[in-house]
């Protein structure tokens, strides 16, 4: 009797099903392969960017593991859009829009085709949980492998990374470097293919997944032109068969244990506060409800677990040190000593607690350290309520150690209009910047502000001036910054009424962010919201259908908060 648990027989079994095979035979798929668990590559390669441009030729190698383990490849493509080039312009619109189309085309490209089980191979911010969040939708034996970090670029004796062009953007506004000077930095800055080396986004939800169970352990970790990375993606595509072999799904490794987790691992590692959003959009595909996971968690968790990884944005290192330190697993290991997560099982068939078991501690290093010794006692997060977030919001801990700033309201509608004001001069010691209608619906898509926060960090004004936002930050970002304000200003949140001068006083130790102006009696006075920005195509429809940024910013979910 024929094995009617693969998908995959639907598509090719049976007299009925001979155009099928007659089409699969004219794209080289002879008897034998059809008679293997059929396997979807889906790559997000691209040329546009080095975060992925190196994707296609480890897809290569993901199709000769998948072979050696007896399956059958069948590749898919699908699109990316690249926060560092689209950073500060229209098409930052796009960055989290495109989360939900890769996942989207994910779904359909597999399930179309009836296919067994999945490989993505994901080099970016958005690529990674996109294909986390199309895993657990589809619920298909699933890996997911990380392109891996870009090498540190070097200007003289410096390390850098694609944040210190954007600060350099900054000091050059501010007249402390010369465009010159600036030059040099673009161009030492990124010197392959990889993505951006600090715990930023990309490196952020790399690790998250490893420790999710999604990607087997230490395959992530590799940076992308490390000889090793070839046998990491031919070890991912072997995965898959085993997975399938061994029925391990996705939403068996995606649980309330394994999400809290993975945000403890982001909080030690000081990352980026894009995984809040990220981590809760994975939930809510994998069935999960608010009582099982939301985003009180991370407060919970970064108040309870140190910042262990000195890593930049805030720190001293990028990915590929933390990769030769030890990497996922001395970070896991460290962590399981301190009572900090728990085991969960992982795809490989290892529990988690036993992967981290084979940690190697590169000799002297002091990227991770044990929890008794570390970089902050708190981590790098606070969720926070109040006048002004009624839904809740998200502040960015990494790089300070302020836990409180209060000032009068610098109020602006745009990224846009904020970036000038800074390279202006405009902005003063002790302003809050505050920047709406870049929320999920307003913007639409919650654009990341990198360009602001740097020109901050640039102008010298980093450890004297605080941000919010109902966007959101790039993982490069470090100050005193709070984002994801809920419910955002375009659909009437407390922050569309806000006026310049209002004092704002933000306590992230008691989770308060307050406003001395009576933003509830302006709110009475009546509130029209601004023309959308778009009125056809995919823009118009996210901004339609996407839901609170303190439930993931999903579109999937009619019964989310559209507040």
Known sequence: MADTRRPSHTLIQGPARAPARAMLR??????????????????TWTDITPCNMHLRGLAQHAREGIEAAGGTPVEFNT???????????????????????????????????????????AGCDKTLPAAAMAAARMNLPSVVLYGGSIMPGRLGDKALTVQDVFEAVGACAAGKITEDQLGEVEKAACPGAGACGGQFTANTMAMALSVLGLSPMGLNDIPAV????????????AAVLYALEHNRRPRDLITPASLKNAAAAVTATAGSTNAVLHLLAIAREAGLSQTDFDIDQFDAISRATPVIADLKP???????????AGGTRLLVQRMQQAGLIVDAPTVTGKSLFEEAADAKEMPGQDVI?????????????????????PQGCVAKLAGHDRLRFEGPARVFDSEEAAFEAINKRQINKGDVVVIRYEGPSGGPGMREMLAVTAAIQGAGLGDDVALVTDGRFSGATYGFMVGHIAPEAARGGPIAFLEEGDRVSIDVENRRIDVDGDLAARARAGFTPPEPRYTHGAYAKYAALVGSAS????????????G
């Open 26 to 43: 004219a794209a080289g798929f002879d008897d034998e392969k059809m008679a293997r668990p059929m396997i979807a590559i889906v790559n």
């Open 79 to 121: 699109i990316v859009v690249t926060d560092g080039i689209s950073m500060g312009t229209e098409g930052m619109r796009a960055s989290l829009m495109s989360r939900e189309t890769i996942a989207d085309s994910a779904e359909l490209a597999v399930r179309g085709h009836s296919l067994d089980g999945v490989l993505f191979l």
């Open 226 to 237: 490390h000889p090793d990375k070839a046998g990491a993606a031919h070890a991912a595509g």
């Open 314 to 324: 805030g720190g001293r290192y990028m990915a590929p040190d933390m990769s030769a």
């Open 369 to 389: 350290r044990a929890p008794d010794n570390p970089v902050k006692s708190r981590g790098g997060f606070g969720v926070l309520y109040g006048d002004l977030a």
């Open 551 to 562: 439930h993931g910013a999903v579109t999937s979910f009619p019964f989310e908060p559209r």
